[in-house]
């Protein structure tokens, strides 16, 4: 670690041809109404090129110290307001820069560029993305991440009860969607199965993030699905000019749970500790029919980070826990009193920035990343079924840099991954995986057109800790996996608030330690998972075609995408009960050409004053080659058969009024049936849900005060959710009622 902090301030130091800059400035302003010029509290004034972020006082005040020489541009938004741009000059001294936001009720907010009129258009595939902050996410958050963003056009959540879920982007999902914390992989096994949990716990969030794309390919090759980023700010950035934070409670009927969280940091000279404790307790999961069993929850999820910041950059480390103890309801053939999980992940963490600015590279940053996760998952008469330990180390060295040519900015970077993997309780051998990558992506821009390519090479190398060319299962052995990805996109502004593009990325995923060398029981997924050290790797082709329109009083985005394998792996149920244990199925993991494709739509419209009414549509086919063997073996006239776990079409619209702080709508979520179904799947009908919400907000004279009330499924409806693994036992929760407040100081 050591090394590698030494190496990187050395590097910045020779790419800048001297040392770093002691000369700091404080860039500070006041962010006032448009209209009314009344100043505006609480805002978000985020410099893009250094990754700092100042919060305005309940005066509209801000500070953003220890500013170095140089242009730079800021972004500032707050809740009921346009996000806008603006560009700033720091040259030789202090600058104050004053900025006035324009009221909106839209949820998607449009960009403006300061000193002109238009609505600034495909100049970064940024837009692209989706992010998910202020009102937002606090109106959609759930006890998880894949619910706090399954309201979002295209997503999905594949769940086991309450506690552990995993978001799924166009059909996609386990290993093909990255989810990371704060720019580093979480570090679990929640992509191996559907009753482990994602080991982030979303009510701390500032933000949720979501890049597809080129952009994609920095954090890795397999994120043909999406990368889902949860900004947490453990490791601070900016050193605020006081002591700030949040307290946020938050409780809900459903499960007679409570949340509730406390973030802080604290400024000292040039240093800035933060501070993150997050807890969560709930009991058993209640429905029409009533409690799912074995359905409760207890979870912490703490954070220490202390930075330093100067004007050449910053450096800070954080050290984090992740505990939770939750049930996976019962299963009248594997597990009838149920299965008891005991999940910790202790992280050390530590990151670094060096603003380097000469005629090639911009930015340098590092990180350094620690983590040890166990998984217990202990049956009913108190004894353990299966354990999984998993040790992963990772380093990471990248750069932006300026202008190259005919090129007008890119980036490159390294990485590497160490994971550690041991299993008590199944056959399964313990393994190591080491994994290699590195990238650049490039941008251009030509009049209205911008474009981005990207490319990557990764070698991956799965060892067992022994080597058993008699397994049951085959020949297990190490699998080593080189292989090039690519990406490729562009936008094309129209004009009149029109823009298209398309995007194109070859995806490579190499197979994970589980999908090579399972063997055993897995009681808390209803299964006996079985390997194969044969499998070659996941190679998938992703093509996407988009419109966009966005305006003062309205917002839209149609997209059309496909994605093909030429080797999609999965755990398929084969049917046939398992030798040792005949309660359980055995699931084969196997490698089959398919395709994934459809269409999703978003739109928001703005009437009258304060109404809006926003639509999301989404429907996604996903389809598996049928070999002629399989043909003779089963009798299917047919070269193809739907995938498993696929959802349905679902449409979502929603109305809202807003005035002032004050918010307060409805919305219908419609589910179709889902009678394309896998190989022993069973199908689901359709259903249409009822919601409610309202939001207020109080500005008092230091602090923010928040109220958040939504109710979820109003009507209390009987439903079942075609990607939860217990839809032929239980049903979906029914009528909710949660309450969050949360104040800003």
Do not use: C
């Amino acid at each position: 670690m050591h090394i590698l902090i030494s190496l990187l301030l050395l590097t910045g130091g020779f790419l800048s041809g001297s040392s770093p800059a002691e000369d700091s400035f404080l860039l500070s302003g006041t962010i006032t109404d448009s209209e009314t010029n009344d100043p505006i509290s609480f805002a978000y004034v985020h410099v893009e090129e250094l990754n700092r972020t100042s919060v305005a006082d309940a005066a509209g005040k801000y500070e953003i110290k220890n500013m170095p020489e140089g242009n730079f541009t800021l972004s500032v938004h707050r809740i009921g307001y346009r996000t806008q741009t603006q560009e700033v000059s720091i040259e030789e001294s202090d600058k104050i820069v004053n900025i006035k936001l324009r009221p909106t009720v839209l949820g998607s907010q449009s960009v403006d560029v300061v000193g002109k009129e238009e609505v600034l258009e495909g100049s970064t595939l940024e837009h692209a993305s989706k992010k998910v902050f202020g009102s937002d996410l606090r109106r959609n958050l759930g006890n998880t991440l894949s619910q706090t963003l399954s309201n979002l056009a295209g997503f999905d959540e594949r769940k086991m009860g309450s506690a552990p879920g995993r978001p799924v982007i166009r059909g996609l999902g386990d290993e093909r969607v990255l989810i990371l914390q704060d720019g580093i992989r979480s570090g679990d096994v929640s992509a191996q199965s559907s009753d482990h949990a994602v080991t982030i716990d979303p009510i701390s969030a500032q933000e949720v993030e979501i890049a597809r794309g080129p952009q994609a390919l920095a954090y890795g090759a397999n994120a043909i699905g999406g990368v889902i980023n949860v900004v947490r700010n453990q490791i601070e950035t900016t050193v605020p000019s006081k002591f700030t934070g949040s307290f946020t409670l938050n409780g809900e009927s459903v499960s007679s749970g409570v949340s509730g969280a406390l973030d802080a940091t604290i400024p000292y000279k040039d240093f800035a500790l933060s501070l993150n404790l997050n807890g969560r307790l709930a009991g058993d999961v209640g429905t029409p029919l009533g409690e799912i069993d074995n359905t409760y929850y207890r979870s912490t999820n703490d954070a220490l980070g202390l930075s330093w910041v100067k004007s050449w950059g910053y450096l800070g480390a954080a050290f984090s826990t992740y505990i939770n103890n939750y049930g996976i309801p019962p299963d009248p053939n594997g597990h009838p009193n149920g299965v008891d999980i005991e999940m910790k992940k202790f992280q050390y963490d530590v990151k670094s920035e060096i603003l380097v600015r000469n005629d090639f590279i911009d930015v340098l940053e590092a990180d350094f990343s620690i983590k040890n996760y166990t998984h217990k998952e202990i049956e009913s008469n108190g004894s353990l079924g299966t354990q999984f330990g998993l040790v992963t180390t990772n380093a990471e060295v990248k750069a932006s840099h300026n202008s190259l040519g005919f090129l007008d900015k890119g980036s490159f970077g390294v990485w590497g991954e160490l994971e550690d993997y041991a299993v008590i309780g199944a056959s399964t051998p313990d393994a190591n995986s080491y994994k290699i990558g590195t990238y650049l992506i490039e941008e251009k821009d030509i009049d209205r057109l911008h474009l981005e390519a990207g490319l990557r090479f990764d070698w991956v190398l799965n060892k067992p800790v022994e080597n058993d060319p008699t397994s049951s299962i085959g020949n297990i052995r190490e699998r080593s996996f080189p292989a090039l990805s690519s990406s490729f996109a562009a936008i094309y502004s129209l004009g009149k608030g029109f823009s298209a593009g398309t995007s194109l990325l070859h995806s490579f995923r190499a197979p994970s330690l589980e999908e090579l060398y399972s063997e055993g029981p897995h009681l808390a997924s209803y299964s006996f998972e079985v390997g194969n050290p044969d499998l070659d790797p996941e190679r998938g082709l992703a093509k996407e075609l988009f419109l966009r329109y966005q305006s003062e009083k309205a917002t839209a985005e149609t997209a059309l995408f496909h994605n093909g394998f030429d080797n999609y792996l999965y755990a398929r149920d084969t049917g046939q009960r398992n030798n040792s244990r005949p309660d359980l199925n055995n699931y084969q993991f196997v490698g089959t050409e398919a395709i994934l494709y459809g269409a999703e739509f978003s739109g928001e419209l703005q009437f009258l004053t304060n109404f809006v009414i926003d639509l999301s549509m989404s429907y996604t086919i996903a389809e598996r080659k049928v070999s002629e063997q399989e043909q003779a073996n089963t009798g299917i006239n047919s070269d193809t058969r739907p995938l498993p776990q696929i959802p349905p079409f679902k449409t979502k619209t929603s109305l809202k009024y807003s005035k002032g702080g004050f918010e307060i709508g409805s919305r219908v979520r419609f589910s179709g049936k889902q009678d394309r179904t896998g190989e022993f799947e069973t199908p689901t009908e359709s259903y249409t849900l009822v919601d409610a919400f309202s939001q207020y907000r109080l500005e008092g004279k230091s602090l923010l005060h928040t109220f958040s009330l939504n109710v979820n499924n109003l009507l209390n409806q009987e439903y079942y959710d075609h990607l939860s693994r217990i839809k032929d036992l239980r049903p979906q929760p029914g009528i909710n009622v949660s309450l969050l407040y949360r104040v800003y100081f």
